[in-house]
């Protein structure tokens, strides 16, 4: 049972990588207040937080009900991987690192959360 705990938790801090996020965390809410900044905090574990217990407890249970096998998740999500990576080689023009006018106006007329993102 503590093999597979430290197991999940090596997991878990290798994707949220906290020493990696710190100085994004710092620049983002370089302008808050002390007490701001505790909240965005908290927000941002509570929600990181249910999101990880959330697919932990339901991902497998989904991915047998939808029919899927592990080893074609891994085949899937390794495609979108590939094709996101050719598109930052080939250096284009496109909808996942270029925003829309749309998403432009709506960012100027919205205050940014910084605690998802």
Request: hydrophobic share 55%; proline share 5%; charged share 15%.
């Amino acid at each position: 049972m503590l093999e597979i705990a430290l197991s999940a938790f090596a997991n878990f801090f290798v994707v949220i990588d906290p020493i990696g996020v710190v100085p994004f965390f710092a620049s983002l809410t370089a302008g808050l207040d002390p007490v701001a900044r505790r909240r965005t905090a908290v927000k941002s574990v509570a929600i990181a937080t249910g999101v990880l217990l959330a697919f932990t407890i339901v991902g497998q249970p989904l991915l047998h009900y939808l029919g899927v096998t592990l080893g074609a998740f891994r085949i899937a999500s390794g495609a979108l991987l590939f094709l996101l990576a050719i598109d930052m080689v080939v250096v284009r023009e496109s909808g996942i690192r270029a925003t829309t006018p749309a998403e432009e106006e709506e960012a100027a007329h919205r205050r940014p959360d910084v605690a998802v993102f």
